[in-house]
Nanobody, 119 residues
Framework: QVQLVESGGGLVQPGGSLRLSCAASGINYRVSSINVMGWYRRSPGKERELVAE???????NYAKSVKGRFTIFGIYANKTVFLQMNSLNPEDTAVYFC??????????WGKGTLVTVSS
């Protein structure tokens, strides 16, 4: 199996920054087969949505609402991914989930980390 451990959430003022990290661990061949990692979020009263994702070829995809403010990087050999979040606003308040997808279909989620943007 594959486990995803997220960290970096917390309380930040509007306009501030946070960096989230997610590390994959578990059975070696399963972790090695991860080819896409990403971040999703669920805001109060809303469905879970894609924030950003990155492939092992460094191809990235961002939600329109975060483009230019958030940067996803990582997914190196140790399958760790980071989400640098700048210019945060209250609409970014959500539980952020890490997701990892394997080449042959495995799909894994972290437990989530809370980000609160408030003055």
């Amino acid at each position: 199996q594959v486990q995803l451990v997220e960290s970096g959430g917390g309380l930040v003022q509007p306009g501030g920054s946070l960096r989230l990290s997610c590390a994959a661990s578990g059975i070696n061949y399963r972790v090695s087969s991860i080819n896409v990692m990403g971040w999703y979020r669920r805001s109060p009263g809303k469905e879970r949505e894609l924030v950003a994702e990155i492939t092992t070829r460094a191809t990235t995809n961002y939600a329109k609402s975060v483009k230019g403010r958030f940067t996803i990087f990582g997914i190196y050999a140790n399958k760790t991914v980071f989400l640098q979040m700048n210019s945060l606003n209250p609409e970014d308040t959500a539980v952020y989930f890490c997701r990892a997808r394997e080449t042959y279909g495995g799909d894994h989620w972290g437990k989530g980390t809370l980000v609160t943007v408030s003055s």
